[in-house]
């Protein structure tokens, strides 16, 4: 019972923020599309490229936001990895302590699969999101996820 509240207020916090997130979705050209369970990202990239909604990109720089199946750790880890902080002087203090502040990031999603999230690639916030879960990992059931997803994405993309 618990579940199915936090469930409802997702979706009322969602419809709510419908209209601003449209915005910023659809101030997205370019995605890089990072790896993600089963090879959906392959399926995914094919989707956007043939459908032309968004130009996906293979240069994490160009992209104006990122798609992944993970937020969390997972995805802060990527994203350092891909944008690294600027090189900082040796004789610059970082502060008292000599300790750089941390912030805090979330804890992966337990089973995750099935979700995907566009990320904004500067300010890192969650622009998009759905769940639509592979039944399995053929081909064929992959292609037709990634249609799903595309087509979801294709709408909210569109300004009204």
Request: glycine share 6%; net charge positive; aromatic share 6%.
């Amino acid at each position: 019972m618990g579940c199915m509240k936090c469930i409802s207020t997702a979706v009322l916090l969602a419809l709510f923020s419908i209209p601003a997130a449209n915005a910023q979705v659809s101030a997205v050209k370019t995605v890089y599309v990072l790896p993600m369970a089963g090879g959906l990202d392959q399926y995914l990239a094919l989707r956007l490229t043939s459908t032309g909604v968004v130009q996906v990109v293979t240069d994490p720089k160009k992209a104006d936001a990122i798609l992944t199946d993970g937020i969390g750790a997972r995805l802060e880890e990527n994203l350092a990895n891909l944008f690294p902080p600027p090189a900082k002087d040796k004789d610059a203090k970082d502060d008292k302590l000599g300790v750089e502040f941390a912030h805090p990031t979330m804890q992966p999603l337990a089973g995750s699969r099935g979700v995907i999230f566009l990320v904004d690639r500067n300010t890192r916030d969650v622009l998009w999101s759905t769940f639509e879960k592979p039944r399995n990992s053929q081909p064929d059931e992959l292609n037709h996820v990634a249609a799903k997803i595309v087509d979801r994405f294709a709408k909210a993309h569109k300004v009204k």
